[in-house]
C-alpha cells in the first residue's frame, strides 16, 4: 500500500523560506517522476514542480526560480526549497507521482504566507 507523508510546513512572512519534505513507502520511487502539487481555498490542485527519476526538474511559471525540487532515491524522500515565498503560494502542499498520480494522496503540509 502506498504512503505519502509531507512535512514541513508552516507559518511564514512574505520573503521567507520553507523547506518542505515527503516520504513514500510502498511504492518503487526511484523509477517514478514525483512531483509537488499544491491546492489553495477555492481551487483546483495543481502540479508545481516535478523531478524525473534521471533528475530531470520542470516548475510552474508561478515558482521558477523561487522553488527548487530534489529528490534522494535512497532513502525515498522528495524535497521542496521555497524561497521568496508569497502570499499566493499560501496552500496545502502534497507529493504524488507525476504520472497518473496515486489515488491515495497523503494528509498534504499547510503553508501558510502572511505577515
Known amino acids: 500500500q502506498v504512503q505519502l507523508v509531507e512535512s514541513g510546513g508552516g507559518l511564514v512572512q512574505p520573503g521567507g523560506s520553507l523547506r518542505l519534505s515527503c516520504t513514500a513507502s510502498?511504492?518503487?520511487?526511484?523509477?517514478?517522476?514525483m512531483g509537488w502539487y499544491r491546492q489553495a481555498p477555492g481551487k483546483e490542485r495543481e502540479l508545481v514542480a516535478a523531478?524525473?527519476?534521471?533528475?530531470?526538474?520542470n516548475y510552474a511559471a508561478s515558482v521558477k526560480g523561487r522553488f527548487t525540487i530534489s529528490r534522494d532515491n535512497a532513502k525515498n524522500t522528495l524535497n521542496l526549497q521555497m524561497n521568496s515565498l508569497k502570499p499566493e503560494d499560501t496552500a496545502v502542499y502534497y507529493c504524488?507521482?507525476?504520472?497518473?498520480?496515486?489515488?491515495?494522496w497523503g494528509q498534504g503540509t499547510q503553508v501558510t504566507v502572511s505577515s
Open positions: 504524488n507521482r507525476v504520472d497518473l498520480p496515486f489515488a491515495s
Open positions: 510502498g511504492m518503487l520511487f526511484r523509477f517514478n517522476s
Open positions: 523531478i524525473s527519476r534521471e533528475g530531470i526538474t
